[in-house]
């Protein structure tokens, strides 16, 4: 069964650190990850996916196969990256599977 | 915002009712969904599909129903014997597959039941 694991539920930073969201995966097959952000009061949306090997919003995550990883990483945290922010695996016909999510707080 | 659409915003039901949750795009997609988003729980998948008149359940379907007559709509219908309603819903749709493609999400439903 396909699994997506968040460890952390609250992480807080302070402003200009660096900033690390973990996500585990488990699957059989060969993943499609995504990361999604949820800002306060806004709708859920795509931050970026594995395969398109973006920069977005200074965001990146690299996935690791070897274990099964697919971290969100920013050098430098901002007070507007404040948010929800989900892991999800997409591997078979069906919707996506998403992590618990991991609320960050960027503070000042 | 628009392209996906869901109404209404909130909505309070009493115990023993159905009730029935819309959800509107215009973004021509062939595949939609509906999860439940709960504190601590993540988004769960209720139902899905992936072309106009056939759905499959998720992972958590006892207790709703959908149906799926025309593409641009995906209604769910939350019936009296789902054991625990108040929840967070939200519909998303994306192209069909193959391949994983963005899915997008509406503004969501807050359900409660009194």
């Known amino acids: 069964a396909q699994r997506v694991t968040q460890p952390e539920k609250l992480l807080s930073v302070f402003k200009g650190a660096p900033v690390e969201l973990k996500c585990n995966y488990s699957y059989s097959g060969s993943p499609e990850l995504f990361w999604y952000v949820q800002y306060s009061r806004q709708r859920l949306q795509l931050l970026l996916r594995h395969i398109s090997r973006e920069s977005i919003k200074g965001f990146t995550a690299d996935l690791n196969k070897g274990e099964t990883s697919f971290h969100l990483k920013k050098p430098f945290a901002q007070e507007e990256d404040s948010a929800m922010y989900y892991c999800?695996?997409?591997?078979?016909?069906?919707?996506?599977?998403f992590g618990k999510g991991t609320h960050l707080i960027i503070q000042p | 915002d628009g392209g996906i659409t869901q109404s209404p915003k909130y909505l309070f039901r009493k115990e023993g009712q159905n009730v029935t949750l819309s959800c509107e795009q215009n973004?021509?997609?062939?595949?939609m969904y509906w999860y439940r988003q709960d504190p601590g729980q993540g988004l769960r998948l209720i139902y899905y599909?992936?072309?106009?008149?056939?759905?499959q359940k998720g992972d958590i379907a006892e207790g709703y129903s959908v149906s799926r007559e025309k593409k641009e709509s995906f209604p769910l219908t939350v019936t009296s014997a789902q054991k625990n309603p108040t929840a967070f819903y939200l519909c998303?749709?994306?192209?069909?597959?193959?391949?994983?493609?963005?899915?997008?999400f509406g503004p969501g439903t807050r359900l409660t039941v009194l």
């Open positions: 973004l021509n997609h062939d595949a």
């Open positions: 999800a695996l997409g591997g078979g016909a069906d919707g996506l599977t």
């Open positions: 599909s992936q072309i106009v008149n056939d759905f």
């Open positions: 998303a749709s994306s192209k069909a597959p193959p391949g994983y493609n963005e899915q997008f």
